[in-house]
């Protein structure tokens, strides 16, 4: 089994991590979520030189596990090139990664629940949130091959989803805001400051799901009207027989108009690869796989 995959294996694992796949899974069929922004990402410099992760408990051994999860993502962060993670090099810093760290917080994922017998302050779930040295984070680029990326577009996501009979415009309010935290999270990990459309600017612009396989130009005006640079235009549509989603997208940026592919995923899955490849693309770091 590659490097690469076991980390992907290690990130994976964890009831709580399950549990919040499920959740999130349930919100596309129709349950209420809080409206994110109209914008989101990281563009506040120092954000970038933050991440978070998923522990269970406050306890040292949990955190040095988290450091170099968090750290592997601040790279990819700063740099915006999502082919760090098998980069033979990387495994060198991740077991430094403790040096880098300049501070460390924690959220409570279930703050205001009651903490039970059998499930006591120990193995609790926690964000644990890490703040890295800019300057150490920058030399350890350099050392391999890449630097930060500065200039960061904002970028419109318009999303079609599909599944079954029903199809829409994913939006950041009304009826269809469905999974729209989940990517405000995902572009935030990746550092890429996104525009989700609310159900008023659909109307304005009379935006339809048919209308995401049209004229690419038209849907980067679009965006413009929307306070964004570019579109990132995207359908997500499940396939029964894979229990799963099969994810496309397009982005125009470059001098070139770029298009990937990603299938039997969650949507969160989908929404870190639209992410990383929107990333990968407008660092100048080639096309995603």
Same mark, same amino acid.
């Given at each position: 089994?590659?490097? =690469?995959?076991?980390?992907?294996?290690?990130?994976?694992?964890?009831?709580?991590?399950?549990?919040?796949?499920?959740?999130?899974?349930?919100?596309?069929?129709? +349950?209420?979520?809080?409206?994110?922004? =109209?914008?989101?990402?990281?563009?506040?410099?120092?954000?970038?030189?933050?991440?978070?992760?998923?522990?269970?408990?406050?306890?040292?051994?949990?955190?040095?596990?988290?450091?170099?999860?968090?750290?592997?993502?601040? +790279?990819?962060?700063?740099?915006?090139?999502?082919?760090?993670? =098998?980069?033979?090099? +990387?495994?060198?810093?991740?077991?430094?990664?403790?040096?880098?760290?300049?501070?460390?917080?924690?959220?409570?994922?279930?703050?205001?629940?009651?903490?039970?017998?059998?499930?006591?302050?120990?193995?609790?779930?926690?964000?644990?949130?890490?703040?890295?040295?800019?300057?150490?984070?920058?030399?350890?680029?350099?050392?391999?091959?890449?630097?930060?990326?500065?200039?960061?577009?904002?970028?419109?996501?318009?999303?079609?989803?599909?599944?079954?009979?029903? =199809?829409? *415009?994913?939006?950041?309010?009304?009826?269809?805001?469905?999974?729209?935290?989940? +990517?405000?999270?995902?572009?935030?990990?990746?550092?890429?400051?996104? *525009?989700?459309?609310?159900?008023?600017?659909?109307?304005?612009?009379?935006?339809?799901?048919?209308?995401?396989?049209?004229?690419?130009?038209?849907?980067?005006?679009?965006?413009?009207?929307?306070? @964004?640079?570019? @579109?990132?235009?995207?359908?997500?549509?499940?396939?029964?027989?894979?229990?799963?989603?099969?994810?496309?997208?397009?982005?125009?940026?470059?001098?070139?108009?770029?298009?990937?592919?990603?299938?039997?995923?969650?949507?969160?899955?989908?929404?870190?690869?639209?992410?990383?490849?929107?990333?990968?693309?407008?660092?100048?770091?080639?096309?995603?796989?």
């Amino acid at each position: 089994m590659s490097r =690469s995959r076991d980390r992907c294996l290690k990130r994976s694992r964890g009831w709580w991590q399950a549990l919040i796949a499920n959740v999130c899974g349930a919100m596309f069929m129709g +349950l209420a979520v809080a409206p994110t922004p =109209s914008s989101a990402g990281s563009e506040n410099s120092d954000d970038l030189y933050q991440a978070r992760t998923i522990v269970t408990g406050q306890g040292e051994e949990n955190r040095l596990r988290g450091f170099p999860v968090c750290f592997e993502d601040v +790279l990819i962060k700063v740099s915006g090139d999502p082919r760090l993670i =098998s980069d033979p090099h +990387l495994e060198s810093l991740e077991a430094r990664a403790r040096t880098f760290v300049v501070s460390f917080d924690y959220h409570d994922r279930m703050a205001g629940l009651p903490t039970h017998d059998e499930q006591g302050t120990r193995d609790r779930p926690y964000d644990l949130i890490v703040h890295f040295d800019r300057d150490k984070i920058d030399a350890a680029l350099r050392s391999l091959g890449l630097m930060p990326w500065t200039r960061r577009p904002r970028v419109a996501m318009l999303l079609g989803m599909k599944q079954a009979a029903a =199809s829409y *415009v994913l939006t950041r309010d009304g009826d269809h805001a469905g999974p729209s935290d989940s +990517l405000a999270a995902a572009a935030d990990r990746r550092g890429v400051p996104i *525009v989700i459309p609310s159900t008023r600017d659909l109307l304005t612009h009379g935006l339809t799901f048919e209308d995401l396989l049209g004229d690419m130009a038209r849907l980067d005006g679009i965006a413009r009207a929307l306070g @964004a640079d570019l @579109a990132l235009v995207g359908q997500l549509i499940w396939v029964e027989q894979e229990l799963g989603w099969a994810g496309s997208w397009s982005l125009a940026a470059s001098g070139g108009l770029h298009h990937w592919h990603i299938r039997g995923v969650t949507f969160d899955e989908a929404f870190r690869n639209a992410a990383g490849g929107s990333a990968q693309i407008l660092s100048g770091h080639g096309d995603p796989k």
